[in-house]
């Protein structure tokens, strides 16, 4: 009974020690990990043009694990492979463009930084379509979840990539705020 007693003790220990693990950076094999760093939000996104969303500059730091590690040869390098961003409603709607995915070829030297200017954080034709065509005056110009003139969103970007030795890199996340109106006579962009 005593030997059953510490072994249900042992593995709720276990279990609980397992949960509250969050050493996302250790997730992956690679000897780094990617910080993600946006410069500049892009801001005001005027929905009367339909054009990419693009972010100025963003910072991709790669960073040792073990503080030790030298990596002379540079098969630390982190190749960025593909990227996505995945939007959320910031002002209580619910609908969001689906999950954008880019391409990208992008080299982070080991220990170093990449900076990646005008990079996109969705596409074109997203800005016209659901839930953003609601703000067009012909659609009625307010969106139907909240009653606004204009929609509130956040976007989480995440890098993904391998080192120059073939091991899966993932970056941290990082966020960013688009706010989508309709002005005909505003500049299709007020921050870039």
Known sequence: MKKTFLLAMAMVGAMAFAG???NTQGQSESPVFLTVNIE????????????????????????RKNVDSIDTLGFSDVQLNRYTVAFRR???????????????????PHDGTATLSDF?????????QTPFDQLLPFNGGIDRQ???????TAFDITFFGT???GKRVQSDTASGILIFRYSATAPARLAK
Request: aromatic content about 6%; some cysteine.
């Open 20 to 22: 509250g693990c969050s």
């Open 163 to 165: 080192t120059v030795s």
């Open 146 to 152: 909240t009653g606004r003139d204009e929609i509130d």
């Open 90 to 108: 910031t002002d209580g709607g619910t609908l969001v463009p689906p999950l954008q995915t880019f391409g990208c070829g992008v080299l982070v």
């Open 120 to 128: 996109p954080v969705l596409y074109a034709p997203a800005v016209q």
């Open 40 to 63: 500049f939000q892009p801001g005001f996104i005027n929905v009367a043009t339909a054009a990419p969303v693009q972010i100025d500059t963003i910072t991709v730091a790669s960073k």
